[in-house]
């Protein structure tokens, strides 16, 4: 089991930028694949961001070339830095932790993108 807490939500303007924290119970050595969801009012939760074991990331198209995940492994903790943020860009923010066939959530960071 790994626990996961999210941080760094928050209230920004459109182009703005926000960097979520995921502090992870656990050596993120140890971990497959961490990743970032997030999910808008009245939609289904989509995948944003992830990072596998070799260090190598992905990105949903929408984020592409704004948003960057990335690791401390000194610290456990995972990041995703969201830089020339948009309203569409707005819901709560999931960290997701994967061990073979295992997966544990976050409870997820409120990021609202308004004027």
């Known amino acids: 089991q790994v626990q996961l807490v999210e941080s760094g939500g928050g209230l920004v303007q459109p182009g703005g930028s926000l960097t979520l924290s995921c502090a992870v119970s656990?050596?993120?050595?140890?971990?497959?694949?961490i990743s970032w969801y997030r999910q808008a009012p009245g939609k289904e939760r989509e995948l944003v961001a992830l990072i596998i074991a070799v260090g190598e990331a992905n990105y949903a198209d929408s984020v592409k070339g704004r948003f960057t995940i990335s690791t401390d492994y000194a610290k456990d903790t995972v990041y995703l830095q969201m830089n020339s943020l948009k309203p569409e860009d707005t819901g709560v923010y999931y960290c997701?932790?994967?061990?073979?066939?295992?997966?544990?959530w976050g409870r997820g960071t409120q990021v609202t993108v308004s004027s």
């Open positions: 656990r050596s993120i050595f140890r971990i497959n694949t």
């Open positions: 997701n932790a994967k061990i073979g066939d295992f997966s544990s």
